[in-house]
């Protein structure tokens, strides 16, 4: 089963870069990487999803090493708005791995 | 429209007590999710419904009765719940199983006394 870690918190300035990993060391070969952004008492917002190497879009990217073994969620210049718990989802329930959520990242942005 | 829909959006029950949760979905999605989240922990999966039949179970208890009655609804029928069993229940949906990017609900917080 794919253990998927994120570190617990992080803390951020407004317009700075913020970067969170996502660890999935045993990711199989169809599964793909998915980045949710969660308010509390909210469902989990979709950011981002890949396979491999580099996706772009309007709020953020995400990097994936070759071996897939671990993902980067990086935010562009955030904003006290932006405090929220980050989740990287592993997994594809059409094969591979069970889907699973990793442990969940609480990012702190202040002034 | 990326939205998906849930119902109530809070619920206090008895132990005794049979109640259903309802999510709703028009994007067309064949797959859809039943989540359950425990304050400060990540959705764990319960049950995955894909074209209409129930495709994993993840050894959720029978107190649980997952419904899909067409594409576009899923619920979850509630019935001698325990109060460990309180938690916010999320749905979600996909365009299929694989691999295709799933859009949450904003959840149901359900309360068992």
């Known amino acids: 089963l794919a253990k998927t870690t994120q570190p617990i918190s992080m803390d951020s300035y407004e317009g700075q870069e913020v970067n969170i990993t996502c660890s999935h060391n045993?990711?199989?070969?169809?599964?793909?990487i998915t980045w949710y952004q969660q308010f509390p008492s909210q469902g989990p917002r979709f950011i981002i999803q890949?396979?491999?190497t580099k996706v772009t879009n309007e709020v953020a990217s995400l990097f994936i090493p070759a071996d897939r073994k671990s993902s980067t969620l990086s935010l562009p210049r955030v904003s006290l708005s932006d405090t929220a718990v980050y989740y990287c989802?592993?997994?594809?329930?059409?094969?591979?791995?069970?889907?699973?959520f990793g442990t969940g990242t609480q990012l702190k942005v202040e002034l | 429209d990326t939205e998906v829909t849930q119902t109530p959006k809070h619920l206090v029950m008895g132990m005794t007590n049979k109640k259903s949760l309802k999510c709703e979905q028009h994007?067309?999605?064949?797959?859809m999710y039943w989540y359950k989240q425990k304050a400060k922990k990540p959705p764990e999966l319960m049950f995955v419904?894909?074209?209409?039949?129930?495709?994993i179970n993840e050894s959720v208890p029978s107190r649980f009765s997952p419904e899909c009655p067409n594409s576009s609804l899923l619920n979850l029928h509630l019935h001698a719940l325990q109060p460990e069993d309180s938690a916010l229940y999320l749905c979600?949906?996909?365009?299929?199983?694989?691999?295709?990017?799933?859009?949450f609900g904003p959840g149901t917080r359900l309360l068992v006394l």
């Open positions: 979600a949906s996909s365009q299929n199983l694989n691999g295709g990017t799933q859009y």
């Open positions: 045993n990711i199989a070969t169809n599964d793909y």
């Open positions: 890949g396979y491999k």
């Open positions: 989802l592993v997994g594809g329930t059409g094969g591979g791995n069970k889907l699973t």
């Open positions: 994007m067309g999605h064949r797959a």
């Open positions: 419904y894909s074209y209409e039949k129930l495709s």
